[in-house]
Structures are given as structure tokens and as C-alpha cells.
């Protein structure tokens, strides 16, 4: 079922703090909700659906989690629905919130993220040590170490064997970020740095520099969806998901190309539902936990033939108003913000900034009605969420 | 250079029998009966076809290298790798090696076993 007009992006709010010492995790969820409310020009008391993902407090407990948060914001709902994919999941959510509205569950639909790693002095490195040891794989893969940047690091090496990729373009994904970070208040790196800046970072896990990775960073954000109706009686741009798609990819068993993520599928889908192609996208919001990220993701959405990626992103591809792709003007995760560690919220806002004209005017791209989000949760090169959602303004 | 402490794995009933080789010095892995796929991570059901008509069988231990990523920032740097086993499956494991400088992807590799932190023998990967 086509999505278009089943339901409008109506809020949406980015948490502006990076370091969130003197708040705790309901707070930024509470913050988030009423941002992304008062954005929209309603309030807590219209919210009859909400959806979160695995970031709410008390996730890891019996009977808290998801109750815990709806209890805290003082919801009154019809609908609750818990989808937890990670980065990707607030992207998912978008569909789930929209069918939801038109199969008449709920007619406000609030989705929120928040998260305080930077706050919580989380480590990459010891990632792994945290991992649960409760699942299938646990016990056949923690031995071995894998944290965050070295699983990464592999996709990166295999796209450098397969199609001669090169750190140089690698960085140019960095550069572009950065370019766009320097017009964004909020951002935590706003200092525009070049290919050797990358380069001559130290390298964290073969072949990735420290900056080809993203920020650990506190924040969120949250969007509300609304019904036609209520939407057409607020003020706000008519902005609806035209075509969606989610999948879970994993290493089946054993055989899996590690260069192609879920987006494969969920790319295809979300254009075939939307009836458009990569080239009508004005703008993207592509998940950028590391460059490589971006690279593999804008190949497998078909922005570019596999391969080709990093072609596409060298000499300012990625920059607004220099490149092929206009792509995560905030400066992204690279640069602005992974709150969390979870970056499919803010990748969500930027798309709905475009396509409403609020982005930043040093990096808006002309009349954008077309944009595109997508996140990639979990991890690139081992199991992860893929979501993908194409959004467009209503004239 | 001091040693990496290898984490123990917490095998389940299903995947001792797996632990238990790997302490002989045994490669053991799961085939599909249905298909005659041989998969990893060994489990009950088969993840192809869903049924548990499976089967623990020996592998060579031999391999090439689909991808690798030295972990610089650990101390000691360690190598994560995916290898990709001469019976078909592609698992991960560690290589180890004294020069991370000369590794390659589609270089061979072969099994050896090497103590974790309470003794239970992991299957790491040597270039040969």
C-alpha cells in the first residue's frame, strides 16, 4: 500500500546539547517529545500512538522500558509499538507510525530517541565486553573481539580489494560533513578539514583513520506524524513518506557479501513504492556511523553502480551546491551529532529540514522536495536493521 | 609484547560438543542435512532451511582470508578477520601473526587453537 497522503511529518525537533552531564535519559526524552510537539503546534495531550526503540530507560528491565517512558511523558494512548532495530529503527518507525494512522490506531504519532554515551563515558574499544553473551553468536564471535571501528574497518578493506577504493575518497565523505558542519551551531567538530587531515589522523582500526569515524555524542530528537486532517489544520509544511522499506540482514549462516547491506532491498522497495529513482532524490540523509558507511549505503541504494562509490564521493560529491548529492547537511554523524549511537533520528530531521526549506541556507538545496533518509542499525558488515524512507512536500 | 586475554566463550548444550573439539584440537561445524550445506554458526537448525536435520561434521581447518582489520587502538593490536573456510562457510576469528603488515585478502590461512581466559581452547587462524 502506497504511503503518500496516508499520513504527514508534522514535528520535528533536534535536542541542540551534545553533552548531556546534568540531564537524565527521560529528561532528553521528555525534552525531545515537547520539542518536536511545540514544532508541530500541538501537545502532549494530542499523542495517541507512540514509538520508541530500544534507547528508552529501563529498556533491559522486566516490565519497565517502554510503560516506564509513556508513564514519565503522561501519554494517554491507543497505540504503543516497540520496534528496536538501533540506529535504524526511528527511520522503520516512520512506516510503522504512518500504517498505524491510516489503519486508524492513532491519529498523533510521536517518535522519540535520546542518549548520553559521551555523558556515560562509553568506550568503542571495549564494546564488546558489554555485548550480551545471551545470544546464538555471542559465543562464537566475542572471543575474537569484534568492538565497533575493526567490524567497520573489514568493510572498508573489502571494498578497497574488490574496487580499488582508496582512504583518499574515503575522506572526501569526511570533508563533505565537515563542510556542511561548519554552518551548524550545534554541531561538535564545525571545523571544515581536508583529505590529508583524515589521513594524517591516527588510524584506528585498518584502514579507518579516527576521522573517518563518527562523534560519541548525547542528544535525540523526536518527530510526530499526524492524520491528513490533523495535519491540514496546522501550520506546518505538508511533508509525507511516499515509500518505505526495512529489512534484516545477517550473515546467513555463513554466506553473505559483506558489501552488501540490507539497503539492497530496502532501497529497491521504497523507490518501487514511491515511484521515483535514485536521480530525483534532492537530497539524502545516508547513516554515517564511519565513511564507509556512507559509501556501501550510496551503492547499494543504486545513487551509484557498485563499485563507483568512491568515484561519487571524491572531490566534493557529497558537498550541497558542489556535488552530485546534496548529503547530511547538519554535518551528520561524522561531524554534528550520533546521539546515542544511534543516528537515524537525526538523519530523519535533516531530510524533514530540506524538504521543508529550514535547512541552513548555506547548505539547502534549491526547492528540495524529494529527499531521502536511511539508516543502517546494528552493524554494516555483520547483522543489522536497514531502513529506508523516501519524504516529499506536498505543493 | 604482552599477550591479548582472549574472552571465554559461554557455550550453550547445543554448541558444546563444538567447545569440546576445539579443545583436541578440532575444527567441528554444522551441517545442513536438506541442502548438504555446511554453516556456521553451529546451531540446531539449519538457518537455510529451518529444520534441525543437522549435523556436527570435521573441517579442514584450511581457508583464504575474505577480509581483515587490525585494531590499532587495543593494546595489544589485535587482527578481527573474516576467512572464508575451503568447505564453504565464512566464519570470524582472529588471524594471528607476527607482521599484520603482510596480510592479504585471499591469502591462506590455516586453524590453529589457542587458550581463552579459563582455559577453553578458540579457533584462531595462522597464515600458512
Known amino acids: ?395 | 609484547m604482552n599477550e591479548r586475554t582472549i574472552p571465554s566463550p559461554q557455550p550453550w548444550l547445543e554448541t558444546q560438543q563444538y567447545w569440546d573439539a576445539a579443545n583436541d584440537g578440532i575444527l567441528l561445524l554444522k551441517r545442513c542435512l536438506d541442502t548438504g550445506k555446511v554453516f556456521h554458526y553451529p546451531r540446531a537448525h539449519s538457518p537455510f532451511t529451518g529444520s534441525a536435520n543437522t549435523e556436527w561434521c570435521e573441517v579442514s581447518g584450511q581457508g583464504t582470508i575474505y577480509s581483515y582489520s587490525v585494531l590499532n587502538r587495543a593494546d595489544p593490536p589485535y587482527c578481527i578477520a573474516y576467512v572464508t573456510l575451503k568447505e564453504g562457510p565464512t566464519v570470524l576469528t582472529n588471524v594471528v601473526t607476527d607482521d599484520f603488515g603482510s596480510l592479504r585478502i585471499g591469502q591462506p590461512v590455516r586453524v590453529e587453537f589457542v587458550a581463552s581466559e579459563n582455559g577453553q581452547k578458540v579457533p584462531v587462524f595462522r597464515p600458512c
Not at chain 1, 24 to 31: C, D, M, P, T
Request: hydrophobic share 40%; with cysteine; proline share 5%.
Open chain 1, 1 to 395: 500500500m502506497s504511503l503518500k497522503g496516508a499520513a504527514y511529518i508534522v514535528g520535528a525537533y533536534e535536542h541542540p546539547t551534545r553533552h548531556a552531564v546534568d540531564k537524565s535519559l527521560g529528561q532528553l526524552h521528555a525534552e525531545v517529545a515537547l520539542g518536536a510537539l511545540q514544532d508541530a503546534g500541538l501537545t502532549l495531550e494530542d499523542v495517541d500512538g507512540y514509538f520508541c526503540a530500544g534507547d528508552v530507560p529501563g529498556w533491559e528491565s522486566q516490565g519497565a522500558g517502554p510503560l516506564s517512558v509513556v508513564e514519565y511523558l503522561g501519554l494517554k494512548l491507543r497505540h504503543l509499538d516497540t520496534t528496536e532495530t538501533w540506529g535504524s529503527a526511528y527511520i522503520n518507525l516512520v512506516e510503522h507510525a504512518a500504517r498505524a494512522i491510516a489503519a486508524g490506531k492513532c491519529r498523533v504519532a510521536l517518535i522519540t530517541q535520546a542518549g548520553r554515551p559521551r555523558a556515560e563515558k562509553f568506550s568503542p574499544a571495549a564494546s564488546h565486553l558489554k555485548q550480551a553473551q545471551s545470544t546464538g553468536e555471542a559465543q562464537f564471535e566475542l572471543p575474537y573481539g569484534p568492538v565497533v571501528t575493526n567490524v567497520y574497518g573489514m568493510c572498508a578493506m573489502r571494498h578497497m580489494y574488490e574496487h580499488g577504493t582508496t582512504s583518499e575518497q574515503l575522506a572526501w565523505i569526511k570533508v563533505a560533513a565537515s563542510h556542511h558542519a561548519q554552518h551548524n551551531p550545534n554541531a561538535m567538530l564545525r571545523k571544515v578539514v581536508t583529505v590529508e587531515d583524515v589521513l594524517e589522523s591516527p588510524v584506528v582500526s585498518t584502514p579507518l583513520h579516527r576521522l573517518d569515524c563518527c562523534v560519541i555524542s548525547d542528544g535525540g530528537g523526536a518527530v510526530v506524524l499526524a492524520h491528513p486532517e490533523v495535519a491540514r489544520s496546522l501550520k506546518r509544511p505538508l511533508v509525507t513518506p511516499i515509500g518505505a522499506g526495512f529489512t534484516v540482514k545477517h550473515l546467513n549462516g555463513g554466506y553473505f557479501d559483506i558489501l552488501a547491506s540490507g539497503g539492497v532491498q530496502t532501497g529497491a522497495e521504497a523507490f518501487a513504492q514511491a515511484g521515483v529513482t535514485p536521480r530525483d532524490i534532492q537530497y539524502a540523509s545516508l547513516y554515517d556511523s564511519f565513511t564507509i558507511t556512507v559509501l556501501i549505503q550510496l551503492e547499494n541504494l543504486g545513487f551509484c553502480e557498485p563499485g563507483q562509490g568512491g568515484r561519487f564521493v571524491a572531490d566534493g560529491g557529497l558537498i550541497s551546491g558542489v556535488g552530485k548529492l546534496a548529503v547530511n547537511t547538519d554535518g551528520g554523524g561524522l561531524c554534528s551529532n550520533h546521539p546515542g549511537n544511534r543516528g537515524g533520528m537525526t538523519k530523519l530531521i535533516e531530510a524533514v529540514r530540506q524538504v521543508r526549506g529550514e535547512a541552513h541556507p548555506e547548505v539547502q538545496v534549491p526547492d528540495c522536495r524529494l529527499a531521502l533518509a536511511h539508516g543502517t542499525g546494528g552493524q554494516l558488515g555483520a547483522r543489522h536493521g536497514s531502513a529506508t524512507l523516501i519524504l516529499e512536500r506536498e505543493a
